[in-house]
């Protein structure tokens, strides 16, 4: 399974699911985020994720298609 350690940017609480999921190089679009989702192919901290538009915040982590994305927030500048 791959593993990538995502940085929320500085003075931000979240990412939706979907963004996160195109940011993190697991899909080409934030749509094509939604149609995993709706697909069931996402889970948050192990639980299966069924909300297109989720807030994912720091010390989440999201498993989609064999990726771990863990959520971390960036150190303020």
Do not use: W
């Not at 963004?19 to 697909?39: N, T």
């Not at 807030?55 to 064999?66: L, S």
Request: charged share 20%.
């Amino acid at each position: 399974m791959q593993h990538i350690e995502f940085e929320l940017a500085p003075g931000t609480s979240y990412i939706e699911v979907n963004h996160l999921l195109k940011a993190a190089g697991v899909c080409d679009s934030g749509g094509a985020g939604k149609a995993m989702v709706a697909d069931g192919m996402v889970s948050v901290d192990g639980a299966l994720e069924t909300r297109k538009t989720a807030k994912i915040r720091a010390g989440q982590t999201v498993t989609c298609a064999q990726v771990r994305i863990v959520v971390r927030q960036a150190a303020a500048a």
